[in-house]
């Protein structure tokens, strides 16, 4: 409809031209309604902040320990296999430690995926001329205040800050200088093991050195006696 101010020559006219621009501002107000707009923004930027409190970073840190669990209702269980792998001997010639450079926390599934990467690696490389001990025990239970999201823009809930929070997992509470893996091997099997720790502390958060300790045979009871 292409109607020209200027020759709007009766009423009839004005009246269809007023009716033309009435329907044009329902139509746009419909589309681009500005407090919908304004809702939905608001909507997910809460979704995206609620996200964000729930990556791991927020557990890294050492914080108050939470480990009573016979005060703690629903403490999940510690997701780690085993503590130990290999085969353990008493003449054993390096003793090699994944040594924490920072204060942290680490989840028990990160604990079990390094043990699982480094068990593979020397098993493959060492068959059982190896020992394999995970230091860094998990018992800190970790919390989280869960949030509610609703399918529409008027489901909105923010929470109360700094709330307590449910048990959602556990970590072991590593400081820095502590070893998080102790690792035995023959002079053989040195660059193996190695390799094993190096990769196994991709796994792990933030960075780790490796210290090696020449170690002395242990003596049996019988040794000793003679």
Do not use: C
């Not at 997910?44 to 996200?51: A, T």
């Amino acid at each position: 409809m292409n109607i020209n101010l200027n020759r709007i020559k009766n009423i009839n006219e004005a009246l269809l031209y007023s009716t033309f621009w009435f329907f044009l501002y329902n139509e746009l107000m419909n589309l681009f309604n500005f407090s919908k707009i304004f809702i939905i923004y608001h909507f997910f930027n809460i979704i995206k902040k609620g996200l964000k409190s729930m990556k791991a970073k927020n557990y890294r840190n050492i914080e108050r320990p939470y480990t009573r669990k016979e005060f703690i209702h629903g403490a999940p269980q510690p997701r780690i296999s085993k503590y130990t792998m290999g085969t353990y001997k008493n003449d054993y010639e390096y003793l090699l430690q994944l040594i924490s450079k920072n204060d942290l926390q680490i989840r028990d599934v990160a604990l079990e995926s390094a043990r699982v990467t480094m068990g593979k690696i020397l098993s493959k490389k060492l068959g059982e001329n190896y020992f394999l001990e995970l230091k860094a025990h998990p018992h800190h239970v970790l919390r989280e205040n869960k949030m509610i999201f609703g399918a529409h823009a008027d489901r909105l809930q923010e929470g109360m800050r700094r709330a307590f929070g449910k048990p959602i997992g556990i970590a072991a509470r590593v400081k820095k200088g502590e070893s998080v893996f102790d690792l035995r091997v023959y002079s053989s099997g040195l660059e193996a093991a190695k390799e094993a720790l190096k990769l196994g502390s991709k796994k792990l958060p933030k960075d780790y050195a490796i210290k090696i300790t020449k170690i002395a045979p242990l003596q049996t009871t019988a040794e000793i006696q003679q």
